[in-house]
């Protein structure tokens, strides 16, 4: 680091996020750019800052200037700022997102509304530090956690963790310090513990953006607990569709190896510990412990009843002790600055912070750790900025396929782990999805049971068939074939498949029907009775047309813009949509210039008006 | 036939290589899976008949693996393949009219190769990218706030001929 307070240093965020909005394009444009003018500058990698509505994000520190964030950057302006602010000394402020400390130039992250709700633990070096340079976490007082906790007997490890009250951030909450203990008690010959980075939940991404960002910290949770309970094998299991979790996990882990962090006599103890990484192939059950333990085995991932738990009996019928990549993630920290000052984050029954990703009509999605407590609201429309394009707040999915849809009414919730279950949907893995007026909630719903009917593994009836039966009637409800009565049964059925399920999947997988059906009835019924989809959202229930009086008749935008060849030009060369053709792909709605919007969706009773091609 | 004899070869070379020390633990049947698929695209029915043996497990135990998990492929792949992400946020966005848009252009269905062998068009549950949906993973790069424009400029970027994109009938269904 101290190289830094005489070179600059630019640093360029390139977790997947930041790869799938051109990272890598900007940071090979800065890295010739500098070549090209033979700059002395310090190039690195970093993570994700988890403001990922700006990627790609690149962050400039040169001595005589706070360290300034910009983005979103291509390679002109990544190379228009090595160009002036390294050789000039225009810091192109016009570019600039934030700066990291608060200054006199620019405002700092911490002074936007997001800034002030945020409480950084587990993201706070993520998206600031090189995720594969041992010593960048070092510098941090990386492992100073694990080196305490060497220092301590194994028990008084475990007794921190119960102290400090955290819960697992798995989804169900369940305490962490308690399964510790379990585990640690177990009279085996031998333990294992076992990181849990299947994060399958769709609309969540914490966990790749923690491993991506910041595997050394995750890693000195998994040592510090595989010493707390006893165990000398640890496995990092991470989910095949996060290549470069992957990568940065296994960089870590042969580091960690070279510096004595992992292997034979960590720190200079008697403390053993072998670590391996296994890939995932592909299942969403296998977020489920047992379910886990059984893909590593070698076996289809299928989840078995518990108790025993795999805290007494899991991996090869040892005790086995699995956490989610969050919750070994705050570990370090605990151990570090002490169960006390844990205690005094978030709610008395969910200490702590909560991370949660934030995604869907909401104006800037990314990532944000807030304390546990923090409102809906806060985290909506403070943090993720309200709704994109001014639109209207329909309904917060939270907790991902076995969350639930929230509405408005429920947005000054406090969220902690029995606050959403009360409400109906579950922390889950801290996936927020937030919907506008323009998504249906039936089709949503419909979404849910899609993927967990597809993800069930068909061990128990209720959960292969009811998901099954339950997507059949919402199909039928989004193409406006259902009847009123369907309504109760969804209901019933829904309640029988959480009971009748044996793991968490089948039980939760009913949480989006019965959270929408009970906050969102009515629009349940403009399916059934009005066959109309209120939020123009559906399919089936809609209908593209241009309106006559709007189409200026000299634009062909429409036209070329139909993949289906719908869109025709009637003799008085106004536009009209032969609806037998239409494929109902947008493309015409979004093409029409905004200065005539022409093109609208209509849902029944509305027709097209009269001489639209089809309904002449 | 000759395909058929190189194909055999290499089967049998791969297995070879992948358990020089015999007999394998079922414990490393997922990473082995994963291999032969990372080198050859897929898991030939070849490779699993062969292999049970060095796993000391039945052929429709091996099945049950190389079925139960998303990531197995029994089918070779296309040249390219082309992942459309229906994760929730894609989905909101727009993730099946992206996923219906390359199935239109390329004459496919989820799951199927083009005719020519080219295309591999598929959906995966979730990228982790959700901030940026909707996301589509061409080969082995992620492309964020995907839009049929887009779409397109990927498919002519891969060598489709912009005539071959122009406007076909819908399939009467």
Not at chain 1, 162 to 183: I, T
Not at chain 2, 40 to 68: C, D, K, N, S, W
Not at chain 2, 133 to 154: F, Q, Y
Request: proline share 7%; glycine share 10%; charged share 25%.
């Amino acid at each position: 680091m101290e190289a830094f307070e005489h070179i600059p240093l630019i640093t360029v965020g390139t977790a997947t996020c930041g790869r799938a909005a051109g990272a890598l394009a900007v940071l090979q444009a800065i890295r010739e750019e500098i070549a090209r003018r033979d700059l002395l500058v310090e190039v690195q990698e970093v993570g994700c800052l988890g403001h990922c509505y700006a990627e790609p994000l690149v962050t400039v520190r040169r001595p005589g200037f706070p360290a300034l964030c910009y983005g979103p950057l291509d390679e002109d302006r990544a190379r228009r700022l090595v160009t002036d602010f390294l050789i000039g000394d225009d810091p192109c402020l016009e570019y600039a997102l934030a700066a990291l400390e608060p200054n006199d130039l620019f405002p700092a992250l911490e002074e936007f509304p997001r800034g002030a709700c945020e409480r950084r633990v587990i993201l706070a070096l993520c998206g600031l530090i090189n995720p594969e340079d041992l010593d960048a976490y070092l510098v941090h007082d990386g492992y100073a956690g694990l080196a305490r906790a060497l220092e301590m007997s194994p028990e008084e490890v475990v007794g921190e963790i119960v102290r400090s009250g955290l819960r697992g951030r798995g989804g169900a909450g369940f305490p962490a310090g308690e399964k510790w203990e379990a585990c640690a008690r177990a009279p085996a010959p031998a333990r294992y513990v076992i990181c849990n980075g299947d994060e399958g939940d769709p609309g969540a991404f914490m966990d790749r953006a923690l491993m991506e960002s910041n595997p050394h910290q995750l890693l000195e949770g998994l040592i510090i607990a595989a010493y707390a309970v006893g165990a000398r094998k640890a496995i990092i299991y991470v989910r095949a569709e996060y290549p470069l979790a992957v990568a940065r996990v296994e960089r870590a882990l042969e580091q960690a190896r070279e510096r004595g962090l992992v292997g034979k006599g960590i720190l200079g103890t008697g403390f053993d510990l072998e670590v391996e990484v296994f890939q995932g192939a592909g299942a969403f059950v296998c977020g489920e412990e047992t379910a886990l333990i059984a893909s590593l085995e070698g076996r289809p991932g299928v989840p078995r009843p518990r108790p025993p738990y795999p805290a007494t009996s899991g991996l090869e019928g040892l005790p086995t002790l699995v956490n989610n990549v969050k919750t070994l993630s705050y570990v370090p920290h605990i151990l570090r600055r002490g169960a006390e000052w844990f205690r005094s984050l978030g709610t008395a029954n969910s200490p702590g912070t909560a991370v949660f990703a934030l995604a869907g009509k909401v104006a800037n999605p990314g990532l944000a750790e807030v304390p546990m407590g923090t409102t809906l609201r806060q985290l909506i429309f403070e943090v993720g900025g309200g709704i994109r394009q001014d639109k209207q707040f329909k309904a917060v999915q939270i907790g991902g396929p076995s969350g639930g849809c929230l509405p408005e009414s429920a947005l000054d919730l406090p969220i902690d782990f029995d606050s959403l279950s009360e409400a109906g949907a579950m922390m889950g893995s801290g996936g927020v999805v937030v919907l506008d007026e323009e998504d249906c909630v039936v089709e949503t719903a419909r979404y849910f049971l899609e993927f967990t009917r597809q993800e069930s593994c068909g061990l128990c009836s209720f959960c292969r068939l009811g998901t099954a039966h339950l997507l059949e009637r919402l199909t039928a409800l989004t193409r406006g074939e259902a009847r009123l009565e369907d309504l109760d049964r969804l209901y019933d059925l829904a309640e029988d498949v959480r009971a009748g399920s044996l793991c968490g999947l089948g039980q939760t997988a009913p949480n989006p029907v019965l959270t929408t059906l009970r906050y969102f009835r009515a629009e349940y019924e403009a399916h059934v009775k009005e066959k109309r989809c209120p939020a123009l959202a559906c399919r089936d229930l809609v209908l593209y047309c241009i309106l006559p009086e709007r189409c200026s008749k000299l634009c062909n935008l429409c036209v070329g813009s139909c993949p289906a060849g719908a869109v025709i030009t009637r003799p008085d060369l106004l536009k009209a949509i032969d609806q037998a053709k239409c494929v109902k792909c947008n493309q015409c709605l979004v093409t029409c210039p905004p200065e005539y919007r022409a093109v609208v969706k209509l849902s029944p009773p509305q027709l097209p008006p009269e001489g639209d091609a089809g309904h002449g | 036939m000759r395909e058929t004899g190189e194909k055999e070869a290499s089967v049998r070379a791969i297995i070879e290589e992948l358990c020089v020390d015999g007999r394998k633990k079922p414990r490393e049947l997922i990473p082995f899976l994963q291999k032969v698929q990372a080198r050859l695209g897929y898991v030939p029915a070849e490779v699993l008949r062969e292999a049970a043996g060095v796993f000391g497990v039945p052929e429709v135990e091996m099945y049950a693996v190389a079925t139960f998990y998303h990531q197995f492929r029994l089918q070779p792949p296309g040249e390219h393949r082309i992942k459309v992400c229906l994760g929730t946020a894609c989905h909101l966005m727009g993730g099946q009219r992206i996923l219906d848009w390359f199935g239109r252009r390329l004459d496919v269905r989820e799951g199927q190769t083009t005719a020519d062998g080219k295309f591999t068009l598929e959906r995966v549950a979730c990228v982790g990218c959700c901030a940026l949906a909707p996301v589509v993973v061409v080969d082995e790069k992620v492309e964020g706030k995907v839009s049929p424009t887009r779409a397109d400029g990927i498919l002519l970027s891969l060598g489709v001929k912009p005539e071959a994109m122009k406007p076909k009938q819908p399939e009467s269904a």
